[in-house]
């Protein structure tokens, strides 16, 4: 109950779900128009810059300088969002390093007549949970590219070939 509170629930009440991005005439009036507005909102605002920012190094360089043309493509993304790409750029990075680790040290290591496992494991672990959900935020998963490739199809006609795009 208290976690219901946290998030000012009452009893039988849930959580609703993400907003629906649509301009399908099949959906819901409320759906598109709500989708249109982000649309035109989304417009005039500043793409994200396609330089790593200067911190970024390595893997999490190459990450953003990979992924961001694709994401001021879609048009979903904006300058705003750039915490978000540097986030997973980041974990993408920490992810691949701890992986060496493994792959050099091992699951387990032994310190003495003790094993223990390598801290790079929950590194992994971690790193991935966060590239999912970022990942997701971004229009990045199966679901999120559906949705971005139906409505680049219904709002423009034009033949960017999403899935090619992002490997779907």
Known sequence: MQLLL??????????????????????????????EKLHMTLESADKLSETAPQHLTGEAKKMWETIVPFLNESGYVINADSSAVE??????????????????VGILYKAGEKYFKNPAVGIIDSATKVIK???????????????????????????TDWEARFGG
């Not at 009893?11 to 128009?33: F, H, I, Y």
């Not at 986030?87 to 493994?102: D, F, G, I, K, P």
């Open 6 to 35: 946290f998030f000012g629930l009452k009893g039988g009440e849930t959580v609703p779900r993400k907003a629906k991005l649509t301009s399908d005439e099949s959906d819901r009036k409320d759906q598109r128009e709500r989708t």
């Open 87 to 104: 986030t997973l750029a980041m974990n993408y990075q920490m992810l691949r390093e701890a992986y060496e680790s493994v792959k050099n």
């Open 133 to 159: 959900s970022v990942g997701s935020d971004l229009g990045l998963s199966p679901q999120s590219r559906a949705t971005l490739i139906d409505m680049a199809n219904s709002d423009d006609e034009d033949e």
